[in-house]
Structure formats: structure tokens, C-alpha cells
């Protein structure tokens, strides 16, 4: 479970979201400058609530009233952003490998075949990302998240930078990942029909606030979808 119960300023923007998700899928949905992002960021760590409580599966990562605080990189959270930030040095294999040395876990070659096989890179293994299509550098980006084993994956629109083709490309390997993997994901996006695919709860936010939380059902029609 994922539990949500914070407050942050920003300049003049501020964030108020209270929710409780046990989805596989739990999708922020708004429109551009609703906070999904910073939201994200949050939950990952990489900022600090001004008030409030975030819980993954029972374990408190943010507590202000109790002055808890778990470090980004102590939370066991991965972070897929919309442009995928492969290292351009290194090859797909070494990238793959990287969350895995600098969480300084064993090495587990039976999960990471099922990682290249469930995302199909196994044949990119020995390029570089500059040698890759949109949609492949982002399937490396979620097969490295996966191999540092985490135990709720942040997709932040990893499909914004991508173009319908590539989307459409991309698509079936995050609904096998919700399907196969068998871990919960946050999944950002502005747009309805990618949450009616993939979600299984959602969250809708708007100007920092949630005003609706539940089924895809909460979603707005294609004629009302926010746009951003």
C-alpha cells in the first residue's frame, strides 16, 4: 500500500494530496501544472513534505511531526523520468547494471533475464543508448529500474517525449510490467487514454489538490481530457 498525506509550498505554488492506493498501478493524473511531478519527487525522496506522512507497505518514509526523513537513496523506490537519462558512455548492459552495483546488491542472472526477456532489450545489450529509438532507450531505463529491486517504481510520463509511433511501440511492455512484474508502480500522465490502459487507480489532480480518487472511472471523456 501506498499512503499519501502531505502538504508542500512551492514558491506560490502549494501541494495538498491526501490518498490511500493498494492498486498495481496508481496513476496521477492532470493537466500540466497540477503537481504530479513534484508529487513524484516527494515520494521519492528528492523533496521534503512540509507537513505530513508517506508510508510505503506499512514502512514510514516521511514523518514531519516525528522528524522522519528516509533518504532518496535508502528508499528502494526506482525513478523512470520522461527522457530515459541513459549514460551515453556506457553500454546497454553496463547501464542495465548500474542501479544494481550502486545498491550494491548480488548479482542475479535469472532476474535479469526475466528482466530483458519481460521488457524484450536482450538484443540491444551490447549498443549504446545513442544507438537506440525513443521507446528502446526507455525500455533499458525500466529494466534498470527493475534490476536495482525496488519496491515501488515512479514512472514520471515515460512516454511524453515519444511520438504516437513509439508510444504505441512502448504501450504492451508497461501493461506486461503492471501484469508480470510484480511491482505496485506510480504512473504520471496527462493523458486519459494512457490511464484507462494502464491504471488501476487514480488519482486526479488539480492546482496541488486531489478532487478525485478511485477507478478509471474518474477519468474525463477523450473531449474533456486535459491537455499539457
Same mark, same amino acid.
Given at each position: 500500500?501506498?499512503? %499519501? ?8 505554488? $502549494? ?6 492506493? +493498494?492498486?498495481?498501478? #496508481?496513476?496521477?493524473?492532470?493537466? $500540466? ?7 513524484? =519527487? ?17 514502512? #514510514?518514509?516521511?514523518?514531519?511531526? =516525528?522528524? %522522519? ?10 525513478? %523512470?523520468?520522461?527522457?530515459? /537519462? ?6 546497454? &548492459? ?6 544494481? /552495483?550502486? =545498491? &550494491?546488491?548480488?548479482?542475479?542472472? @535469472?532476474?535479469?533475464?526475466?528482466? #530483458? ?21 526507455? &525500455? ?8 536495482? *529491486?525496488? /519496491?515501488?517504481?515512479?514512472?514520471? +510520463? ?23 512484474? =510484480? ?10 487514454? +494512457? ?5 488501476? *487507480?487514480?488519482?486526479?489532480? &488539480?492546482?496541488? /489538490? %486531489?478532487?478525485?480518487?478511485?477507478? #478509471?472511472?474518474?477519468?474525463?471523456? @477523450? ?6
Amino acid at each position: 500500500m501506498l499512503r %499519501v498525506d502531505i502538504a508542500k509550498q512551492l514558491g506560490e505554488f $502549494s501541494i495538498e494530496a491526501s490518498f490511500a492506493s +493498494e492498486g498495481r498501478v #496508481t496513476g496521477l493524473f492532470g493537466a $500540466s501544472g497540477a503537481g504530479k511531478t513534484s508529487l513524484v =519527487n516527494i515520494i521519492a525522496g528528492l523533496l521534503r513534505p512540509d507537513r505530513g506522512i508517506i508510508a510505503v507497505d506499512g514502512e #514510514t518514509l516521511d514523518d514531519t511531526a =516525528n522528524r %522522519v526523513h528516509v533518504p532518496a537513496h535508502r528508499r528502494r523506490i526506482g525513478y %523512470v523520468f520522461q527522457d530515459a /537519462r541513459l549514460f551515453p558512455h556506457l553500454d546497454i &548492459r553496463q547501464n542495465l547494471d548500474y542501479g544494481r /552495483r550502486m =545498491n &550494491r546488491l548480488a548479482d542475479d542472472a @535469472a532476474q535479469r533475464t526475466r528482466v #530483458t526477456d519481460l521488457l524484450d532489450i536482450g538484443g540491444l545489450l551490447d549498443r549504446r543508448p545513442g544507438q537506440l529509438s525513443g521507446g528502446e532507450r526507455q &525500455r533499458v531505463a525500466l529494466g534498470r529500474a527493475l534490476l536495482a *529491486q525496488p /519496491r515501488l517504481l515512479l514512472l514520471d +510520463e515515460p512516454m511524453g517525449s515519444l511520438d504516437e509511433e513509439r508510444k504505441v511501440e512502448i504501450l504492451p511492455y508497461l501493461v506486461r510490467l503492471r501484469d508480470e512484474a =510484480n511491482v505496485p508502480m506510480v504512473y504520471v500522465s496527462h493523458d486519459a487514454g +494512457e490511464m484507462r490502459q494502464l491504471a488501476t *487507480q487514480v488519482v486526479m489532480l &488539480r492546482r496541488g /489538490r %486531489v478532487v478525485a480518487f478511485g477507478g #478509471t472511472e474518474v477519468l474525463p471523456s @477523450a473531449a474533456s481530457s486535459p491537455a499539457g
